[in-house]
């Protein structure tokens, strides 16, 4: 048993936001089908069980137009924080280290640690697609998932139209469409606004134990460091 909850206290990290992960998603399906439901009733509709409304459009589009952004925001995040720099802020590289950084000072190829990934030291295309590997991911999952989303959101603004007797769009006529780009850009637009202050109010304000701020007693020039 010790060696079970010494794996939970490695990973409480992890577990722990997994678990909120779950709990919010179904809260999400267990409200999003009961709003639905209330619509279809008040259009004189039957109602839907839970499980078609989880294999529906509706669910779907709703569920990846959020994962989308996040996974936007962590992509140009990692990118971003190469180059760009915000004096006295945890979240950024000290003021002077703007760049990819050195072979030594990022410890591959020939500076690599014993214990260094093994493709941190092999040097070539390995070491060059390692090297960018978490951009690659972030970047890799918001494409695949604004696609889905475009896919979900089409399917549900076609079933929109045809319950107005109206045309239904092709995919490419979709990406067109004011409904699309709405749900693209509210949603991108919170998250630039939450990185964005989460970068300025770290040099400003503190949390104890926190590993994104500061120490409390750091100076708020200070950059690059935290608790």
Do not use: C
């Not at 050195?102 to 090297?131: C, I, K, M």
């Not at 889905?148 to 549900?156: D, K, P, R």
């Not at 989460?198 to 020039?221: N, T």
């Amino acid at each position: 048993m010790s060696g079970v909850r010494g794996a939970v206290k490695a990973n409480g990290l992890s577990i722990g936001f997994g678990l909120l992960f779950l709990a919010t998603l179904v809260g999400q399906a267990l409200a999003g089908v009961a709003e639905f439901n209330d619509e279809r009733l008040g259009e004189g509709l039957p109602a839907i069980t839970l499980a078609r409304y989880l294999t529906s459009s509706t669910f779907g589009v709703d569920v990846m137009e959020n994962w989308q952004s996040e996974y936007l925001q962590f992509f140009l995040y990692v990118f971003a924080t190469v180059w760009l720099v915000q004096r006295g802020s945890p979240e950024s590289k000290q003021l002077d280290e703007v760049g990819p950084e050195s072979d030594e000072e990022q410890r591959v190829g020939e500076h690599a640690d014993a214990d260094s990934p093994a493709w941190a030291a092999a040097g070539g295309w390995r070491t060059a697609f390692f090297s960018r590997s978490l951009g690659f991911v972030m970047g890799g999952i918001f494409l695949l998932t604004w696609s889905a989303m475009s896919v979900a959101g089409w399917a549900a603004f076609n079933d929109e139209q045809l319950s107005s007797h109206q045309d239904p769009v092709s995919w490419l006529g979709y990406l067109g469409q004011a409904d699309f780009w709405s749900r693209t850009f509210q949603n991108w637009q919170s998250e630039m606004l939450a990185v964005g202050s989460m970068a300025i109010f770290a040099v400003f304000l503190r949390q104890r134990g926190s590993p994104e701020s500061k120490d409390v007693g750091a100076a708020h020039a200070l950059t690059g460091e935290s608790g």
